[in-house]
């Protein structure tokens, strides 16, 4: 078949093409070209090659801001998944108590992240706070401005609290689109109720259990908001996690070149990541389709 | 082997937990006896009862009122686990992140089975269904039509079950399986002689399959019979025209003795019936009627279907429509003809239900 050409095509895609420029392409290249030059001020620019690059990388206070943010992660989604698929297991699957239940758990999930880090915040305080003054009058040594495991616990309890009913929600819809037909057979084939969830519950929820362990993984190794509300990064460095530790580069110390540096190895380690995901999941997806 | 007789015993069912009129109820009130060993259909149109007659069977619904034994134990509060029945459902259940041998093992596991025996009893159903080549694949890894295979193996491969019951099992798989599926069904059901019962739709399936077929209509069973005698002596109106193809003809028509009356045209019946009040209405199978009669109904011919083996011809006779089937040789030309009624094939029902002639009156001639 013959094509024909026609260049007037191109317009068709401008604006779309200025429009990405615009709001993602140039100031992308604009931290691109931060991270590669120095000042000492006065808006003059020396070129630093990839000296950033590398110094940060051999740079311990990076590498435990890193560290931190690993763990924070990989604790919430210790907690969160196995709880919030736990909670869909238990959820009402019809009537009025599913739809109550359903708004429930929407409900965290409305509250803006500041406002979240400001409502623990003050419930954890010793003085005032409800949950801290009550520990503190059971003889508890609890004050997250002091100690970095109690920091850290009201940080991770805040999360599960925030962000377990996304999971929840989604594992529950992933629950409610298994046919009857397979409960009925479990039952004729007396299987367990542990049975039925490993060979039944637990690969129908597969698809959405993957998007929301990326979705939760992605947004927990982003956080920025609540622990800077709850901690400030600290008792000491102790709750710094990534996004922390670069707007304390970047606008504390104003140290533009390394903070430009740290924000496109940031955004690499995020995509790579996310990439790793997609691929497991598209290729669990074909590996189903394949002889069909 | 362990097997049973299924007596279900003034059976009802409402899915509403408080039916207040005969129309609540997806299953009307129905006692039945399943003899053991035998190869049952229950046939009728979608959404007239025949699954939930089935899930009550197995146990997956408790019935609103009625009892159901096997045997002499009255089972009807026993969970589904404990009834050691075996169901195969309209779409595939496998257990996707199983191979196809752990799915076919599964029950016999649970069941605390040894696994020699195991083994022995998933070969031979991998075998019988076609499935011995992926019997080590994972299970999500197959076709529609393989996986619904692996759903019939596991409903077959216990020995020990009290039934096997079908719910429209082949409705998945492509119709040359199909056929060969329902034969290895047959055949299989002929070697180890469990009661089978088998829902469907089709009544090719179920005329083929079964012993004996039930046929239901809105709730309500209408008629148990052998495969000739739904077709030669349907109960009620509605089996007469759900079996057959196209099914049976039936005219509103008055009847006097032998004689029955359309529109004033006279129609000889075999039998003498009196004088039957209420709604009265003749019977006659499309093959039962022939062209170009002497004295016959008048008719205008409609349309005539060449199907291959027969033609199907449609005529309209005083503002009512009927079929007919005619041999292939004749050319039939549209316009007006004459129809014969084979006489002693004629059926005669009252408010839709078979009225049975007068005894010992022979029709007058």
Not at chain 2, 173 to 189: C, F, G, N, T, V
Request: aromatic letters at 10%.
């Amino acid at each position: 078949m013959e094509k024909t050409v026609n260049q007037r095509a191109w317009l068709l895609v401008l604006p779309v093409f200025l429009l990405v420029a615009f709001s993602a392409v140039i100031p992308l290249m604009t931290v691109v070209n931060y991270s590669v030059q120095d000042t000492f001020g006065n808006n003059k620019f020396f070129w630093a090659g990839l000296e950033w690059f590398s110094e940060l990388l051999h740079s311990e206070r990076l590498w435990s801001a890193f560290g931190r943010q690993i763990a924070f992660s990989a604790i919430i989604l210790a907690l969160e998944v196995p709880l919030g698929v736990f909670v869909a297991l238990n959820m009402p699957k019809k009537g009025i108590w599913a739809s109550v239940c359903l708004v429930l758990m929407a409900l965290p999930l409305l509250i803006p992240w500041n406002v979240v880090g400001t409502i623990w915040q003050i419930f954890s305080r010793v003085d005032i706070g409800l949950l801290g003054h009550t520990l503190a009058a059971m003889g508890i040594d609890y004050n997250y401005t002091r100690d970095p495991l109690a920091a850290w616990t009201t940080l991770v309890v805040m999360d599960v609290w925030h962000w377990t009913s996304l999971i929840a929600l989604l594992s529950y819809a992933g629950l409610q689109s298994i046919p009857q037909a397979y409960y009925q057979a479990a039952k004729i084939d007396q299987a367990s109720r542990l049975d039925v969830f490993r060979f039944i519950e637990l690969p129908k929820m597969q698809g959405v259990l993957m998007i929301a362990i990326l979705i939760r993984f992605m947004d927990s190794f982003m956080i920025y908001t609540e622990p800077f509300v709850i901690t400030g990064g600290g008792p000491g460095n102790s709750t710094t996690f990534l996004s922390i530790d670069l707007v304390k580069m970047a606008l504390g110390q104003f140290d533009l070149g390394p903070a430009a540096a740290f924000s496109l190895m940031y955004f690499l380690v995020v995509m790579l990541v996310s990439w790793v995901f997609y691929t497991v999941m598209t290729n669990m997806e074909k590996a189903d389709t394949f002889h069909g | 082997m362990r097997m049973a007789k299924i007596t279900l015993s003034n059976l009802a069912h409402a899915y509403h937990p408080n039916p207040a009129s005969e129309d609540d109820y997806a299953l009307k009130q129905t006692s039945h006896v399943w003899e053991d060993g035998k190869a049952y259909a229950l046939l009728g149109p979608s959404g007239c009862g025949k699954t939930t007659l089935l899930n009550i069977i197995s146990g997956l619904i408790t019935p609103s009122q009625g009892r159901v034994f096997f045997d002499d134990d009255d089972v009807t509060s026993i969970p589904t686990a404990q009834r050691n029945i075996a169901q195969v459902f309209q779409f595939p259940v496998v257990y996707d992140t199983m191979t196809v041998r752990e799915n076919l093992a599964f029950a016999l596991r649970n069941r605390g089975m040894d696994k020699a025996g195991i083994s022995r009893r998933v070969d031979i159903i991998a075998v019988m269904l076609g499935l011995e080549e992926t019997l080590d694949c994972k299970a999500r890894a197959l076709s529609a039509d393989a996986k619904q295979k692996i759903s019939l193996g596991r409903g077959l491969v216990r020995e020990d079950v009290n039934a096997i019951l079908f719910d429209e099992p082949l409705t998945v798989i492509d119709p040359a399986m199909k056929l060969e599926l329902r034969i290895q069904l047959k055949s299989l059901h002929n070697e180890l002689g469990h009661t089978m019962i088998y829902v469907t739709h089709d009544q090719t399936e179920a005329l083929s399959f079964a012993d004996e077929v039930v046929v239901m209509d809105k709730g309500r069973v209408l008629q148990t019979g052998t495969p000739e005698a739904l077709f030669e002596a349907p109960a009620h109106t509605f089996v007469g025209h759900f079996i057959g193809s196209p099914g049976m003809n039936v005219l509103d028509v008055t009847v006097d003795g032998s004689r029955a009356y359309l529109d004033g045209n006279l129609i000889k019946l075999g039998h003498h019936y009196g004088t039957p009040a209420g709604k009265v209405q003749i019977g006659i199978r499309p093959e039962h009627i022939s062209l170009n009669a002497t004295n016959g109904l008048p008719a205008q011919i409609l349309r005539v279907e060449d199907v291959g083996r027969h033609k199907i011809v449609r005529a309209q006779a005083m503002g009512q429509t009927l079929n007919l089937i005619a041999s292939n040789q004749t050319t039939i030309n549209t316009g007006m003809a004459s129809l014969g009624f084979e006489r002693g094939k004629i059926s005669v029902f009252v408010d839709g239900w078979r009225f049975s002639p007068s005894h010992g009156q022979e029709g007058a001639m």
